[in-house]
């Protein structure tokens, strides 16, 4: 999801490391907008080769290099076009209004991709909001709030200090820095004294990837995998007090309500076991890993000998690493998406076009491979609405 803050690579490695899982020339970029299949197939690759951490609970990605990203306003990876996403997004943004009366506020949200949540935030309560992130585009819906609202289309870092808040928010960034330290430091520097400033935190549920088998969730630039015991273990050691972490979104997502303090909470018996459960789960993932892809490619390799025609609907994270895996054994020609900045673009590494769902009245395939089962009854709906007769397979 959002990408945002640029850090060197200072990951300092515990004696307890285990690799236990390699995946190698893969795009660095899932959601970056290629207007060739050449250029696509020809995009930046980087290799993905993951270490848990068994006295921290973080997974990380040691093969990772920042200097392979540096990311722009052609970077798109905005979800709001989904109603089901929207749903969600407003349910959230309500929540933490109404629970932290949030109303005539400032606001800060770091990593704000396009800045739908923020203007969220701001119109449900009457707030101030500032954005920092160096993909946000211009848009011509935010024009009636942009004096309420600021973009800085650049990273956070220690030159913004001195903006202030009462609630900072900040969702799929932290997974995107290889070092948690060079954004949570800087951020409780800035806060200093004022304890009653609440931060929010969202990040990708590994324990969704690792135990229920979301692989296609493993992608170049997500260089740290968090579960919640690891997420709250990392905000105690860096001068805050985690009150409530949560999975959501259907186990996909971490969500960590914060607030900064001046003394250090030590993990608990709970954090012990649940690093002990994700141990037992990665043990075991690379074989169930290896399973799965080998039923994916004799599923396409099925569908290519009968002649079937099959997209995938989802050309983000997910669809990106799901063809770059398979190499779709002729079957996929196309990838689905509501996202209008990303259609007529290519899906990087594999090369297949992005097309809009109403492409399918025309293409009638027969076979629409859902790369988010949270979406699904969404998809189902959209394609009898399109008249479009064909089978949904849920990855």
Same mark, same amino acid.
């Given at each position: 999801?959002?990408?945002?803050?640029?850090?060197?690579?200072?990951?300092?490695?515990?004696?307890?490391?285990?690799?236990?899982?390699?995946?190698?020339?893969?795009?660095?970029?899932?959601?970056?907008?290629?207007?060739?299949?050449?250029?696509?197939?020809?995009?930046?690759?980087?290799?993905?080769?993951?270490?848990?951490?068994r006295?921290?609970?973080?997974?990380?990605?040691?093969?990772?290099?920042s200097?392979?990203?540096?990311?722009? &306003?052609?970077?798109?990876?905005?979800?709001?076009?989904?109603?089901?996403?929207? &749903?969600?997004?407003?349910s959230l943004?309500?929540?933490?209004?109404?629970?932290?009366?949030?109303?005539?506020?400032?606001?800060?949200?770091?990593? %704000?991709g396009?800045?739908?949540?923020?203007?969220s935030?701001?119109?449900?309560?009457n +707030?101030?909001?500032?954005?920092f992130?160096?993909?946000?585009?211009?848009?011509?819906?935010?024009?009636?709030?942009?004096?309420?609202?600021? #973009?800085? &289309?650049?990273?956070?870092?220690?030159?913004?200090k001195?903006?202030r808040?009462?609630?900072?928010?900040?969702?799929?960034?932290l997974?995107? !820095?290889?070092?948690?330290a060079?954004l949570?430091? $800087?951020? @409780?520097?800035? !806060?200093?004294?004022?304890?009653?400033?609440m931060?929010?935190?969202?990040?990708?549920?590994?324990?969704?990837?690792?135990?229920?088998?979301?692989?296609?969730? !493993?992608?170049?630039?997500?260089?740290?995998?968090? *579960?919640?015991?690891?997420?709250?273990?990392?905000?105690?050691?860096?001068?805050?007090?985690?009150?409530?972490?949560?999975?959501?979104?259907?186990?996909?997502?971490?969500?960590?309500?914060?607030? $900064?303090?001046?003394?250090y909470?030590? $993990? +608990?018996?709970?954090?012990?076991?649940?690093?002990?459960?994700?141990?037992?789960?990665?043990?075991?993932? @690379?074989?169930? #890993?290896?399973?799965?892809?080998?039923?994916?490619?004799?599923?396409?390799?099925?569908?290519?000998?009968?002649?079937?025609?099959?997209?995938?609907?989802?050309?983000?994270?997910?669809?990106?690493?799901?063809? +770059?895996?398979?190499?779709?054994?002729?079957?996929i020609?196309?990838? *689905?998406?509501? +996202? $209008? @900045?990303?259609?007529?673009?290519?899906?990087?590494?594999?090369?297949?076009?992005?097309?809009?769902?109403? #492409?399918?009245?025309?293409?009638?395939?027969?076979? *629409?491979?859902v790369?988010?089962?949270?979406?699904?009854?969404?998809?189902?709906?959209?394609?009898?609405?399109?008249? %479009?007769?064909?089978e949904?397979?849920?990855?």
């Amino acid at each position: 999801m959002n990408p945002f803050y640029q850090q060197v690579n200072t990951f300092n490695l515990s004696t307890d490391l285990e690799i236990f899982f390699e995946m190698l020339d893969v795009p660095v970029y899932c959601n970056l907008l290629w207007r060739s299949p050449e250029a696509a197939r020809n995009c930046p690759k980087g290799d993905i080769r993951l270490a848990f951490d068994r006295k921290t609970g973080m997974v990380t990605n040691i093969a990772f290099d920042s200097a392979k990203l540096d990311y722009d &306003q052609d970077y798109e990876n905005s979800l709001h076009y989904s109603p089901r996403f929207q &749903q969600y997004a407003q349910s959230l943004a309500n929540d933490l209004v109404e629970r932290y009366q949030l109303k005539d506020k400032d606001i800060i949200e770091i990593g %704000c991709g396009k800045g739908d949540f923020l203007i969220s935030l701001c119109e449900l309560g009457n +707030n101030r909001g500032v954005g920092f992130d160096p993909t946000y585009v211009s848009r011509s819906e935010h024009q009636s709030i942009t004096q309420e609202v600021q #973009f800085i &289309q650049d990273y956070y870092s220690d030159k913004y200090k001195d903006y202030r808040a009462d609630f900072i928010a900040c969702r799929h960034t932290l997974e995107h !820095i290889l070092n948690p330290a060079d954004l949570l430091e $800087p951020l @409780r520097k800035a !806060i200093g004294d004022r304890l009653n400033t609440m931060v929010f935190f969202e990040v990708p549920n590994a324990l969704y990837t690792f135990r229920h088998l979301g692989i296609w969730d !493993i992608i170049y630039e997500h260089c740290c995998y968090f *579960v919640p015991a690891s997420l709250e273990h990392t905000f105690s050691g860096y001068g805050f007090t985690p009150l409530e972490v949560t999975e959501v979104f259907g186990g996909q997502f971490i969500c960590l309500e914060a607030l $900064p303090t001046n003394a250090y909470r030590p $993990p +608990n018996h709970k954090f012990q076991q649940e690093i002990e459960s994700l141990s037992k789960e990665i043990t075991i993932f @690379r074989a169930r #890993f290896e399973a799965l892809v080998n039923i994916w490619t004799e599923k396409l390799k099925e569908l290519s000998q009968k002649g079937k025609k099959a997209v995938i609907w989802g050309a983000g994270s997910k669809g990106v690493t799901f063809l +770059n895996l398979l190499k779709d054994q002729g079957a996929i020609a196309y990838a *689905v998406d509501v +996202n $209008p @900045r990303k259609q007529g673009m290519y899906v990087a590494g594999s090369g297949q076009q992005i097309v809009s769902p109403d #492409f399918l009245k025309q293409y009638q395939p027969d076979v *629409v491979i859902v790369m988010n089962p949270i979406y699904e009854s969404e998809i189902q709906q959209a394609i009898t609405n399109l008249g %479009c007769h064909a089978e949904l397979i849920v990855v």
